[in-house]
């Protein structure tokens, strides 16, 4: 729901708090003050992808994943749009973390010499 409510956005409220609770006072304040939801909404997608961007560098390639993207892929969309390249997601993106877990079991378990689950210098 929360996707198509950004997709419908005339605006975006700009949001400028990192904290999760001034964010949720800003978010109010632009409720109390009869902001449109639809910007509301694009305002803290637009805040979600530059705090993410601030992170790190990017690489060649850009790829979202999980499930928030799997369930709001206009995050990709705009992301995007923000960084002026291509960002790709792959078909269930909301598998991926689990895929990789998996993966990365099964390359532990291939291997004889260890027999526990956990590495002695992290135990």
Do not use: W
């Not at 729901?1 to 609770?21: F, H, I, N, P």
């Not at 909404?41 to 799997?70: C, F, N, P, Q, W």
Request: hydrophobic share 45%.
């Amino acid at each position: 729901q929360m996707d198509a409510l950004a997709r419908e956005a005339r605006d975006m409220v700009k949001l400028g708090s990192y904290c999760t609770v001034l964010s949720a006072t800003e978010v109010l304040e632009s409720i109390l003050a009869g902001r449109p939801v639809p910007d509301i909404v694009k305002g803290i997608y637009y805040s979600m992808i530059k705090r993410v961007l601030e992170m790190d560098a990017l690489g060649e390639h850009i790829v979202m994943t999980g499930g928030v993207v799997a369930h709001n892929p206009y995050l990709a969309q705009m992301s995007a749009e923000l960084i002026g390249r291509p960002v790709l997601l792959c078909e269930h993106p909301q598998f991926v973390g689990a895929i990789g877990a998996a993966l990365h079991a099964l390359d532990e378990a291939s291997q004889p010499e260890r027999t526990d689950a956990i590495p002695e210098e992290r135990a």
